[in-house]
């Protein structure tokens, strides 16, 4: 039997740290949505109890470090599932782009392999098991849009009548989202984006409200470390971008575009900045 699993890309929409708790993690405040940029899973089951992990991408962690191999590993201790599985994984997502691919490839393991041994495990436990996985996971196990707070797992559904395109664009160089929260003060932070606010304008399919309200205050730390990001995002907007903004510790600038007609010249535009460029719908 054979299960197959789309696995989205995220943006922030906005994104604002409050402050760093006692347990390391930071508290967080997201509005994060889903764009039609997916991996795709393909989950084939094993009669030996073991995790095989395979992928058309040669630069990611085929063993434990993969997450769609820890999401395998963590429903099958479990529950107790003594088959194994063999997780094919077709990148199509930027890898450690600030687009949550591996974790949006977790909560497709969870959701397919759910499906694949028949276990019946109700969404809310889904998303608690995401979260011993990573952050972002409880968020990528439902998707849609939501206002994530506490370190990012507790969610409050937003209802998103949007219909635009969305420019990705990526430049050739890594960020450590360690790095990036490791040098964030949040002293330091001259404007904080509103969740209510940014909430507010997309339930109310209001664009033009949700381009001004964009907001990440990671932001200032990746552009000062990579002047590049800062070059990008302002292309994004001389080409005719609605709103631009860096997607969680960077590197990729989303960019929004209501009007189909602006697509092609502001795709064609970042192609001279950068060869990882996309031009996707938001999913609602
Ligand atoms: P986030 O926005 O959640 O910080 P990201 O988009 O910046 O995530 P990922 O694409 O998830 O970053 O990759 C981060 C690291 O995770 C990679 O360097 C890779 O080694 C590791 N990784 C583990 N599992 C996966 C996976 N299934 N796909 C991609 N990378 C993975």
């Not at 997309?202 to 949700?210: L, M, P, T, Y």
Request: charged fraction near 25%; hydrophobic fraction near 45%.
């Amino acid at each position: 039997m054979k299960i197959y699993e789309k696995a989205p890309a995220k943006i922030n929409l906005m994104l604002d740290v409050l402050h760093k708790r006692p347990d390391g993690f930071h508290e967080v405040e997201m509005v994060m949505t889903m764009v039609d940029l997916a991996d795709r899973l393909e989950m084939s089951e094993l009669p030996r109890d073991t995790i095989i992990i395979t992928s058309q991408a040669g630069y990611i962690p085929l063993d434990e470090k993969n997450l769609a191999f820890q999401a395998a590993r963590l429903i099958k201790d479990r529950y107790d599932v003594r088959s194994g599985v063999h997780i094919h994984l077709d990148k199509k997502i930027p890898v450690a782009a600030g687009l949550a691919g591996g974790s949006s490839d977790a909560a497709a393991a969870l959701r397919g392999l759910n499906r694949l041994w028949n276990l019946n495990i109700p969404m809310q436990e889904l998303q608690e098991l995401g979260a011993e996985l990573g952050s972002d996971v409880p968020f990528c196990v439902t998707g849609g849009t939501a206002l994530a707070t506490g370190r990012g797992e507790k969610l409050a559904k937003v209802d998103n009548p949007l219909s635009c395109w969305v420019i990705l664009a990526k430049p050739p160089i890594n960020v450590s989202t360690a790095e990036v929260y490791g040098k964030f003060r949040a002293a330091e932070v001259k404007r904080h984006p509103s969740a209510e606010q940014m909430v507010k304008a997309i339930e109310a399919g209001d664009f033009g409200a949700v381009c001004e309200r964009l907001g990440n205050v990671l932001e200032d730390v990746t552009l000062k470390l990579h002047p590049q990001v800062a070059q990008l995002k302002e292309a994004m907007l001389r080409l005719g971008a609605d709103g631009a903004l860096m997607s969680g510790s960077g590197p990729t600038v989303f960019g929004l575009v209501y009007k189909e007609s602006k697509v092609a010249r502001i795709y064609n535009g970042l192609r001279g900045f950068c060869r990882e460029v996309y031009a996707v719908r938001l999913l609602t």
